[in-house]
């Protein structure tokens, strides 16, 4: 099973400022992966697909990077709605049963 | 607008069976496939069961490896999960999700459902 570890388990920051999110895999997803943001009591958003594809009507401060094992999403600006919820999700592996989901990062609100 | 609506939640004892539905709107059902992501209280999210669009094949998580059952009704444009032999690692809001490609079966989800609780607990 491949293991998405992400980090910071908390990030605490002001409107404004700029958000670095990373999930880490245990082995290569190639591009395979990507970033959902869930806030308290919602059901989780597609927010990037393939690594660095912003999935329909997410706002262009969001933003994916990164292949193989190293993953980062970057909120540019950080707007009061996206104090939220983040996880990574990756199935690079046929058959799916190998699709797994980091721990998430909190961002907060300083 | 893609609308998933599950259903069939609740409390049920230890070693007990629950079915959950969804119901599908705003999409051509047939052509997607959907899947069950569930996530127990205060932790994340762990995907469940997936199936293609054309129902010809399924696939399940390791922890649900022959008690859990997803199945579809195209006629219907629902999506069931049969739970049996429930344990207590099992509570968790179920949600369903639709897949983002027509064309490849459960690599991203991007439509959800608000999610139905299962409790399981004597």
């Known amino acids: 099973e491949i293991v998405l570890t992400q980090s910071p388990a908390i990030l605490s ?3 404004g400022e700029r958000a670095t999110l990373s999930c880490r895999a245990s082995q290569s997803v ?9 806030k308290p009591g919602q059901a989780p958003r597609l927010l990037i697909y393939d690594a660095s594809k912003r999935a ?3 706002p262009a401060r969001f933003s994916g990077s990164g292949s ?3 993953f980062t999403l970057t909120i ?3 707007e009061p709605e996206d104090f939220a919820m983040y996880y990574c999700q990756q199935r690079s592996k046929w058959p799916p049963e190998g699709l797994t989901f980091g721990g998430g990062t909190k961002v907060e609100i300083k | 607008e893609v609308q998933l609506l599950e259903s069939g939640g609740g409390l049920v004892q230890p070693g007990g069976s ?3 539905s969804c119901a599908a709107s705003g999409f051509t059902f047939s052509s ?4 069950w992501v569930r996530q127990a209280p205060g932790k994340g999210l762990e995907w469940v069961s997936g199936i293609m669009g054309s129902g010809d094949n399924t696939y399940n998580a390791d922890s649900v490896k022959g008690r859990f059952t997803i199945s579809r009704d195209t006629s219907k444009n629902t999506l069931y999960l049969q739970m049996n032999s429930l344990r207590a690692e099992d509570t968790a809001v179920y949600y ?4 983002f490609d027509p064309g490849v079966t459960t690599r991203y989800f991007d439509s959800w459902g608000q999610g139905t609780l299962v409790t399981v607990s004597s």
């Open chain 1, 13 to 15: 920051l002001s409107p």
């Open chain 1, 30 to 38: 190639t591009n395979y992966l990507a970033w959902y943001q869930q």
């Open chain 1, 56 to 58: 329909t009507g997410i």
């Open chain 1, 68 to 70: 193989g094992t190293d």
């Open chain 1, 76 to 78: 540019s600006s950080l």
């Open chain 2, 18 to 20: 629950l079915r959950l």
């Open chain 2, 32 to 35: 997607y496939g959907m899947n």
């Open chain 2, 96 to 99: 369903c999700a639709k897949d």
